[in-house]
């Protein structure tokens, strides 16, 4: 499908990062974004832009009301060269989901998913070709009507940024440390756990930040009724294993349905693992650790891919999960997901998604 794009190319292009193997996670972006706006009822002027400023309204009601989604997906390269997409309409289905919690007007996600090849085309040699490296790709809607009454805005910008990153852990594939925080919430029932909205993640911040000072990569947020189900930890679904069964939580309306996550549970089931997504207290998984059944822990996400998790500390005891390294059957999920990202291990169950 060819759609209509109108094309402004930037003057003067920024020039790639030279040391493909040093790229950090957020900081670089590509020469151009894609953009629409809503108004008068209906999304309008696709278009692609040089990378720069937004020109907005002080009053503009994202800035008061953080009426705002994102998503996050990634372009990955091939040995062939080839620019491969990973699950994109997964990311434009959940983004409509986001949208429709956040009263912002639906957008067609055939045309998103074009336009954002339309993009690739452009800036798509940004996509490193180093192993671990990626290019990440971040849609965005904000609402940009100058308007102070509480209520869904009228007006609205729809974004595409891009930029070539690294591992989102500065430590890589080394099992990383995680707080579990029993006072503060990330998401309630009816609240916005299940959706990728800014105003989520502005309320992570505090308790990240304190976790952060005692020295712990990330949190475990619990449920936020009775403190005791694991729910998901900052930008990742959780995963333990408990004598030999995966088990995550259930998508019960508080946590992201990961795109990873869903492709953990596909890939640990044809690997033959046993998989449950169920309910799973913090006491159980202390319990777990005593008695020796807690044999690995991890998190899937995007950003991260697999991070297996090292320790945990809970009420300012710390447990050492497994024997604190990177368990076999993290490994083997780990294996065989990113060897179908990074084209290196056949696309059995159609992941993938070519550029051109
Ligand atoms: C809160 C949260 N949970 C889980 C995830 C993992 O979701 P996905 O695998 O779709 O990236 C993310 C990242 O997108 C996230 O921000």
Redesign the pocket.
């Given at each position: 499908m060819e759609i209509l794009v109108h094309r402004q190319l930037a003057s003067h292009l920024q020039p790639h990062p030279r040391d493909e193997a040093a790229l950090g996670f957020g900081d670089i972006y590509t020469d151009h974004v894609f953009k629409l706006d809503y108004y008068d009822g209906a999304w309008r002027n696709p278009r692609i832009e040089p990378f720069g400023p937004l020109l907005l309204s002080p009053a503009a009601m994202v800035l008061h009301y953080s009426q705002t989604i994102f998503e996050?997906l990634k372009c990955y390269r091939h040995p062939d060269g080839r620019l491969a997409l990973f699950r994109p309409r997964d990311?434009f289905t959940?983004f409509n989901s986001s949208a429709s919690r956040m009263a912002i007007p639906n957008l067609d996600e055939a045309f998103l998913l074009q336009a954002l090849k339309e993009l690739l085309k452009i800036d798509g040699d940004w996509t490193p070709a180093h192993p671990g490296s990626s290019l990440y790709i971040r849609p965005t809607v904000i609402a940009t009507e100058a308007h102070l009454g509480v209520r869904p805005a009228k007006e609205y910008l729809f974004f595409i940024i891009m930029g070539p990153v690294g591992p989102y852990y500065p430590g890589g594939f080394a099992p990383i440390k995680i707080y579990v925080e029993n006072f503060y919430s990330r998401s309630a029932p009816g609240g916005l756990g299940a959706i990728?909205a800014g105003a989520?993640y502005a309320g992570s911040l505090l308790a990240t930040e304190l976790a952060a000072q005692k020295g712990y990569t990330q949190l475990l947020w619990l449920d936020s009724v009775s403190h005791k189900l694991v729910e998901?930890?900052?930008?990742?679904?959780m995963f333990f294993v408990l004598d030999g069964t995966i088990v995550t939580a259930p998508l019960t309306g508080t946590?992201?349905p990961?795109?990873?996550?869903a492709c953990v549970l596909a890939v640990a089931r044809d690997l033959g693992l046993r998989a449950e997504e169920r309910p799973l207290t913090i006491e159980e998984i202390l319990a777990a650790q005593k008695s020796g059944a807690l044999g690995e822990s991890f998190g899937?996400?995007?950003?991260a891919v697999i991070s297996p998790v090292g320790k945990l500390c809970y009420q300012n005891e710390e447990i050492v999960i497994g024997d604190g390294g990177v368990g076999p059957i993290t490994q083997k999920i780990y294996d065989e997901l990113v060897g179908v990202q990074y084209g290196t291990r056949p696309d059995i169950r159609g992941w993938v998604e070519f550029v051109s």
């Open positions: 996050g990311n959940r990728k989520s998901e930890v900052g930008s990742m679904n946590i992201l990961g795109v990873t996550r899937s996400g995007t950003a």
